[in-house]
C-alpha cells in the first residue's frame, strides 16, 4: 500500500493556439471578402430623346464679298454703311444676344468692311461670334 498522494497533473486546455488560429480565419475571411455598396435611394432618371429640340438657336451668316457688300442669312443689304447693318443684324437677332454670328469673308475683302462687321456685332451685344475661314496656308 502505498499512502502517499500522488500528485496529479491539472487537465487543462491550452486556448492559445486555437485563439490564433481564429485571429488568422478572421483574418483570412475579412481580406477575401468583398463588400459591395448599393444605393439606398430611388431615382427616376430623365430620359432623352435623339431628336433635335426646337430651342437650338439659329445661326446668322454674314458673308462680306471681295468688294466690301454685306449679305445676311444670303441677302444682300441695299447698302455698306453700319447703321444698315446693324438694323438687319438686330431684326435677326430678336432680342437673342446668344444667337451665334459668323462671319464669312472673302479673301479679298477690304480690311475695314471686315472690322465694321466685327464693330457692329461687338455694339449689339453678340457674345457667340467666330469667323469662318478654308483651306489652308501653302
Known amino acids: 500500500m502505498n499512502f502517499r498522494p500522488r500528485q496529479t497533473e491539472e487537465v487543462g486546455i491550452n486556448l492559445t493556439p486555437l485563439i490564433d488560429v481564429v485571429f488568422l480565419l478572421l483574418i483570412f475571411f475579412m481580406v477575401s471578402t468583398t463588400f459591395d455598396r448599393h444605393a439606398e435611394l430611388k431615382i427616376a432618371l430623365p430620359q432623352a430623346s435623339a431628336e433635335p429640340?426646337?430651342?437650338?438657336?439659329?445661326?446668322?451668316?454674314?458673308?462680306?464679298?471681295?468688294?466690301?457688300?454685306?449679305f445676311v442669312n444670303g441677302r444682300e443689304l441695299v447698302n455698306t454703311q453700319p447703321t444698315t447693318l446693324r438694323e438687319v443684324l438686330a431684326q435677326y437677332l430678336e432680342g437673342e444676344r446668344e444667337r451665334p454670328l459668323i462671319i464669312r469673308a472673302d479673301a479679298r475683302t477690304p480690311h475695314q468692311a471686315v472690322v465694321t462687321a466685327l464693330d457692329v456685332a461687338s455694339r449689339l451685344g453678340i457674345s457667340r461670334l467666330s469667323i469662318?475661314?478654308?483651306g489652308t496656308l501653302d
Not at 446668322?60 to 464679298?65: F, G, S, T
Request: glycine share 4%; hydrophobic share 40%.
Open 53 to 70: 429640340t426646337a430651342s437650338e438657336p439659329q445661326i446668322i451668316d454674314l458673308v462680306i464679298d471681295a468688294s466690301g457688300r454685306y
Open 132 to 134: 469662318a475661314t478654308t
